[in-house]
């Protein structure tokens, strides 16, 4: 079983739409997670930590269920800007490692 | 700052060719980084290095060696490149925390023929 897994997508849709985006992930014991953006042939960049309580940074917001080990991302109001590829992100209980899902692609329409 | 970088951004090798790719941070991470990645499969961890002077094996890595020179420069080596070891490679960093952000360099892509 992998250690984090994401729905690849493609998930395309219209400007102004929302949309959100789940992974999962096998170690109970894990501590930190995140989600991170990749634009096209670039590298990874946060896009925000996940906490337990939850959290929003604008239109994105985070969600934690620890229980039944899922992580979520809403994206509200779509812009063609949001087009990238989204990486769900876990450490290990030790902290001293990260594992990536493959991540979902997402594409905004005008 | 340039915060990471990594060289060269584009190779080609022929099989059973080595060499090293670069990585440097003047972001002041204890902890280093190397992933590759491949389409369908995300990043997977080659080797990481929780602090200078210290590496450890990561997800896949065979055919790999790295060297953890000073706290600013993290390196990958590939002693006989195999045509499996096509990939993108992503070097980062943290400052070590379990919560720390990870900083990527733009990457190098790396064509084995």
């Known amino acids: 079983r992998k250690e984090v897994e994401q729905d690849p997508g493609p998930f395309n849709v219209p400007e102004g739409a929302t949309v959100a985006f789940n992974c999962t992930y096998s170690n109970s014991a894990s501590q930190s997670f995140f989600w991170y953006r990749q634009d096209c042939r670039k590298e990874p960049k946060l896009l925000m930590s996940v906490y337990s309580s939850g959290n929003e940074d604008g239109r994105f917001t985070a969600q934690l269920n620890r229980a039944s080990q899922y992580i979520s991302l809403l994206i509200r109001d779509s812009k063609l800007s949001d087009s990238a590829t989204y990486l769900c992100?876990?450490?290990?209980?030790?902290?001293?490692?990260?594992?990536f899902g493959t991540g979902t692609s997402l594409t905004v329409i005008p | 700052n340039a915060g990471v970088t990594q060289t060269p951004k584009f190779q080609v090798l022929k099989t059973g060719q080595s060499m090293t790719l670069q990585c440097a941070q003047d972001?002041?991470?204890?902890?280093m980084y190397w992933y590759r990645q491949d389409p369908g499969m995300g990043l997977r961890l080659i080797y990481y290095?929780?602090?200078?002077?210290?590496?450890d094996k990561g997800e896949v890595p065979n055919g790999y060696n790295v060297s953890r020179l000073n706290k600013r420069e993290f390196s990958l080596r590939l002693e006989s490149a195999a045509p499996s070891q096509t990939s993108v490679y992503f070097c980062?960093?943290?400052?070590?925390?379990?919560?720390?952000?990870?900083?990527f360099g733009p990457g190098t892509r790396l064509l084995v023929l």
């Open positions: 972001m002041n991470h204890n902890s």
């Open positions: 980062a960093g943290t400052s070590g925390g379990s919560g720390e952000t990870q900083y």
């Open positions: 992100v876990v450490n290990t209980p030790t902290g001293n490692q990260f594992y």
């Open positions: 290095s929780a602090s200078e002077g210290t590496t």
